[in-house]
């Protein structure tokens, strides 16, 4: 059961040699785990260094610069978390680290193809990272903490304290208390119910089995069966990869944000907050949290205060943004949203049919992340129609207002006013791309419809490879986004000639003469082969994948 397992886990051993010997075993099942079941390794937006310095600036810390930095990932998996950065940033150094020599070998093998020179990725034990590994500006661990032994993990604080440059930024994410209280006592039931499978094939079946009885079988009279039946929900949306690792590895160990500060206080380390810095406001969820959270939390610290919140809002999932303590003086208590005039935005919203019986006036959207947003403020609409034009690019709050003009009150102040409140608004509800510096898709944002279109670096490699089932690297865009695709035959031939010197005319030519050749079938699966006068179908294909390939950020 997890309780035994946490306590042996982080139970003290006597002697310096039963320790390492403890340690060396828990790593080589770990990597054990790891390799016989291959991790998609995907880009978290959220953990990519330019977002990390962008929320380091609203919590009034300024970071290193992105040109020439240095960066280290714990736990890199197949590297696909730092891909994106390293592609577009040639100038910096990038390293990461994993236990596991099936996933390294896999992101070192498309490293090769893709040439790049400034990526490093090495399999090895994170405890053997000494100070002589060298400084970071950035040191990312995601999806790490609460799935080693506590040696591990101290590790990483160690890691942390001799490796992160002064003015550096750590990032930790982690699984928390309160609101994995639900999450452990499925696990439990998960692993009591598989830990006499003999195959490890029929464990994640059998595991998954004991989800009914949590929500259809639920007893009604049962007092945690609304949080264990949103528990269950959560996980049934899950990959097979993911609950396997989450639910039945040795090791998930959670912790309430206050033990995790205690430990990084041990270590030098000061808690900043969380690398989503919305989630650290208590507007965010609502009138009624925002004045109980700061009646409560009035006139105690920072740590508590965002502990406080956690127990408000349920929080199981933390991202946190971690200083040397020597710059605590620099910290804000809260995010400060004045900053959110020095950042550049970017988003993408399509439209949607509005439910039945929605207020009249009301329209309904999806951004990019496919999360919902539904408005009638005529100045957020404005703000996600503006970004829409502009996607995948970013504007600067200057930018917008001069292509908002229109949509805006006269007077210069009440403009800006009523842009800063839209943005804060659309800020709290998650719907924004933002950076402190211009994004790797700015730089073309000027070309016109009759510019050869181009893939992203590395999209039309890994697209490839992921033909192999066995692959382990997720495809992602420039901002940092994973993006899973499927395409038909001919939109997937097609591909390699998107390549920046066909224009959209071209592209349409190339692939009539497929259609009509045979090389590849209609996107119904006929075949076309001897057939004429296909221009028109090659041209609404050619143009569908591109406006897909732009909505999806794949273009460049």
Not at 457 to 473: C, L, N, S, Y
Request: aromatic share 8%; with cysteine.
């Amino acid at each position: 059961m997890n309780s035994t397992q946490d306590t042996r886990a982080d139970r003290p051993f006597d002697d310096p040699d039963s320790a390492s010997t403890g340690l060396s075993d828990a790593n080589q099942g770990l990597a054990e785990d790891y390799d016989r079941q291959v991790y998609t390794s995907n880009a978290f937006w959220y953990a990519a260094p330019g977002h990390l310095r962008a929320a380091a600036h609203l919590y009034g810390l300024e970071a290193p610069t992105l040109e020439h930095a240095r960066v280290l990932e714990l736990g890199c998996a197949g590297g696909g978390n730092v891909l994106p950065f390293a592609l577009t940033h040639p100038g910096a150094q990038v390293v990461g680290v994993d236990l596991s020599p099936v996933q390294i070998a896999h992101g070192q093998g498309l490293i090769d193809t893709l040439g790049l020179k400034n990526l490093q990725l090495r399999a090895m034990s994170l405890t053997d990272i000494t100070p002589d590994f060298g400084q970071f500006d950035y040191i990312i661990a995601h999806g790490v903490f609460s799935w080693v032994p506590h040696e591990v993990r101290e590790a990483m604080m160690r890691i942390l304290r001799d490796n992160l440059a002064p003015d550096g930024v750590g990032y930790i994410s982690y699984n928390t208390y309160p609101g994995w209280k639900a999450g452990d006592i499925v696990r439990d039931a998960m692993l009591l119910h598989s830990h006499s499978v003999a195959r490890d094939e029929d464990r994640l079946p059998a595991a998954k089995a004991m989800l009914n009885l949590l929500s259809e079988g639920i007893a009604p009279s049962n007092p945690l069966a609304s949080s264990l039946r949103a528990a269950v929900q959560q996980l049934r949306q899950q990959s097979d990869y993911y609950i396997a690792h989450e639910h039945l590895e040795t090791y998930n160990n959670p912790c309430y944000l206050l033990e995790f500060v205690s430990l990084a206080d041990q270590f030098g380390l000061t808690h900043v907050g969380d690398a989503e810095a919305q989630s650290e406001l208590g507007e965010t969820y609502g009138a009624q949290t925002r004045l109980n959270h700061n009646l409560v939390a009035l006139g105690q610290p920072r740590e508590m205060r965002q502990q406080y919140l956690d127990f408000a809002v349920g929080r199981n999932f933390r991202k946190s943004l971690l200083v040397h303590q020597a710059r605590a003086g620099d910290l804000s208590a809260a995010p400060l949203m004045e900053r959110l005039g020095d950042l550049r935005w970017a988003g993408s919203f399509i439209e949607t049919e509005p439910p039945a019986q929605a207020p009249a006036g009301v329209r309904f959207f999806r951004n990019h992340r496919q999360h919902p947003l539904h408005s009638n403020d005529a100045t957020i609409l404005s703000v996600i129609q503006t970004l829409s034009r502009h996607w995948p690019s970013s504007l600067t709050t200057d930018e917008l207002l001069d292509n908002m003009r229109a949509d805006l009150p006269e007077s210069p102040e009440a403009a800006r006013e009523a842009l800063q409140t839209a943005l804060r608004t659309l800020f709290r509800l998650n719907m924004l791309c933002y950076l402190l510096t211009p994004s790797p898709y700015d730089a073309t944002k000027a070309a016109d419809e009759a510019e050869p279109p181009r893939l992203i670096p590395g999209f039309q490699v890994i697209f490839e490879a992921q033909r192999d089932p066995a692959f382990g690297v997720g495809i992602f865009t420039l901002w940092h986004e994973t993006v899973n695709l499927q395409l038909k035959d001919a939109e997937a031939w097609l591909l390699p000639h998107i390549d920046g010197r066909h224009s959209r005319k071209q592209l349409a030519t190339i692939l009539r003469d497929a259609l009509s050749q045979g090389i590849v079938p209609d996107n119904d699966g006929r075949s076309l082969k001897g057939q004429r006068n296909l221009d028109q179908k090659a041209g609404t294909l050619v143009k569908n994948l591109l406006d897909l390939l732009q909505r999806l950020a794949l273009l460049q």
